[in-house]
């Protein structure tokens, strides 16, 4: 064989071997009630971007897939409500969708897997109160009486689910009800959703255990720790899948952030640069570790993940989040002190967090979760007063006001505010110095503000206080704040 044949069949090998590893499965939609223009968007797993642009009605694209996997499709145009369609994709499946209207949920779905035959059986069964929810969300309806809707869907997919067979789409559904029960107070159909996790757990095939274990924590959560609890130990693993407990990033003289976040969370990507330069400016006293809540596999080959800073760990199984969070709404914050205790737990993020969260680590002790923005820098008493140094992060074209019925918490009574110096009370006041040399849009723009507030003196000298913002809608409270 000469050189030449050799070559040849050495790039006919490289070839067939990129074929082999790049396995897709085919998505089409036609409506004629789309406006051209309307974007598509797709994904799997918890992975979506926009994939196509509709044309004429029409839009097609494919998805990277190497097994059954869950995918799902939303529309971003005129008349299209905010929700997602489920779909099951398999390599060289083609999934064909078609309808007459916006509300692409509830389109038919021609698909040869019989994950997506069950899924359709379970729309088709719920169609009249899904297009009510979304004719509510086009209409903008407020969250008390979409949710009265939202209960009616979870009981009628819960009376659907035991005719059906228990598989991909089956245990989708039982996980979606099941999370929504766990971060629902008082879920009204909780009975009828253990008789329904039983029955589906002794009918499910090999395959489901991880699945069924997180909805098992969803449906019988353990107790959550709160603050003033002690830290619980927990096993997670690395980006090459080894490993770890929680407790070996502790100290005898560093806080340990948890930072429960996701992929495809928007605030969480947001806050990575602030929470990156906080990182860097107090690594003697701060640990952060960073617990990500996708599949392994996703976490692992996503772009953001190789971004995190502190300990960058995976916790797919959700055990440890059952423990920490009081909701299912990322990012998650949790601060535990040196000594293993709970000092503070936050969800949420915006501009300044972080750096307010770093301001009160460096000033007397305080639990300032309830607006991180704020922090205390120190505290003066005198007898003529009580002086308290505050600084507040925030956007520099962002206003914050400070109510003048602000008052002090101690010793069973309230100790009024008399002065303020640095802002003026009840009307907006700005940030004004520049907080970051970074010019990420979010961090670069991020300014504070130095001023202070006096109250009336402390009859006696507490070991802590509360400061209170007023007795107002909105007002925020910085707890347990110690006179040193």
Request: aromatic share 10%; proline share 5%; hydrophobic share 35%.
């Amino acid at each position: 064989m000469n050189k030449k044949s050799i070559i040849t069949m050495m790039l006919a090998l490289v070839t067939m071997a990129g074929q082999a590893q790049t396995k897709t499965a085919t998505v089409t939609g036609y409506s004629p009630a789309l406006k051209d223009g309307t974007l598509v968007l797709a994904g799997t797993g918890t992975i979506g971007n926009v994939v196509d642009t509709v044309q004429a009605g029409r839009f097609a694209f494919t998805l990277p897939v190497e097994e059954l996997t869950e995918g799902f499709l939303g529309l971003m145009g005129e008349g299209c409500p905010n929700f997602n369609l489920t779909l099951f994709l398999r390599p060289g499946v083609t999934v064909k969708l078609t309808g007459n209207d916006c509300f692409y949920p509830l389109w038919k779905v021609e698909s040869p897997l019989s994950e997506q035959q069950t899924q359709s059986r379970i729309t088709e069964y719920c169609r009249d109160v899904v297009t009510e929810l979304m004719q509510m969300d086009l209409d903008k309806k407020p969250w008390e009486e979409r949710e009265i809707v939202e209960m009616k869907w979870m009981k009628q997919r819960m009376d659907i689910l035991p005719s059906l067979p228990v598989d991909a789409a089956t245990i989708r559904a039982l996980w979606g009800i099941s999370m929504t029960a766990k971060n629902t107070p008082n879920f009204p159909h909780m009975e009828q959703l253990k008789q329904l996790e039983k029955k589906i757990v002794a009918r499910a095939p090999k395959g489901f255990e991880e699945q069924l274990a997180e909805i098992h924590n969803y449906v019988y959560p353990p107790r959550l720790l709160q603050v003033g609890d002690e830290a619980i130990d927990a096993e997670l693993l690395d980006m090459q899948g080894q490993k770890h407990h929680l407790f070996e990033t502790f100290s005898n003289d560093k806080y340990v952030l948890l930072d429960f976040w996701g992929i495809g969370c928007g605030p969480c990507m947001m806050s990575e640069p602030e929470m990156r330069e906080v990182y860097e400016k107090m690594k003697d006293k701060l640990e952060i570790v960073a617990i990500n809540q996708n599949k392994l596999s996703e976490w692992q080959k996503h772009e953001f993940s190789k971004r995190i800073v502190g300990k960058n760990w995976n916790n797919a199984m959700k055990d440890i989040s059952s423990r920490y969070c009081d909701v299912g709404a990322i990012p998650y914050y949790v601060m535990i002190s040196p000594d293993k205790r709970i000092v503070w737990k936050a969800v949420g993020y915006q501009p300044g967090y972080f750096l307010g969260m770093a301001e009160a680590l460096n000033g007397p002790k305080q639990d300032n979760s309830s607006n991180l923005q704020f922090a205390i820098r120190k505290v003066e008493t005198k007898v003529d007063g009580t002086t308290i140094s505050f600084r507040y992060y925030g956007h520099k074209d962002y206003w914050f006001r400070i109510a003048k019925d602000s008052y002090l918490n101690a010793n069973g009574k309230k100790y009024k505010l008399t002065t303020a110096d640095g802002i003026k009370l009840d009307e907006n006041n700005y940030t004004q110095v520049k907080a970051s040399e970074s010019t990420n849009e979010f961090l670069g723009n991020t300014y504070y503000i130095d001023f202070t507030l006096t109250f009336e003196p402390f009859d006696t000298i507490p070991a802590t206080f509360d400061f209170i913002e007023g007795d107002g809608d909105g007002a925020f409270v910085i707890r347990d704040v110690s006179i040193e």
